[in-house]
């Protein structure tokens, strides 16, 4: 075999090795589940609730 054909080969193959590494990477990005913390708001507003209802009990 010439160089230049082995070289072409050799590079072939690195060129699909990090296609693959590429595509697998992506794929793992897109299946991970991102969660979202609840706004300060929220929270605050079921706490207000509950103590104007025990302030009602009173």
């Known amino acids: 075999m010439s160089t230049y054909t082995?070289?072409?080969i050799v590079m072939v193959v690195v060129v699909a090795?990090?296609?693959l590494l590429s595509l697998f990477t992506i794929s793992k990005g897109y299946a991970y589940k991102h969660?979202?913390?609840?706004?300060?708001g929220e929270n605050s507003t079921e706490d207000?609730?509950?103590e104007?209802?025990?302030?009602e009990e009173k």
């Not at 969660?35 to 300060?40: A, G, I, K, S």
């Not at 104007?52 to 302030?55: F, L, V």
């Open 6 to 8: 082995i070289v072409i």
């Open 17 to 19: 090795i990090v296609l």
């Open 35 to 40: 969660e979202v913390d609840p706004l300060p």
């Open 48 to 50: 207000d609730n509950q």
């Open 52 to 55: 104007e209802i025990e302030e």
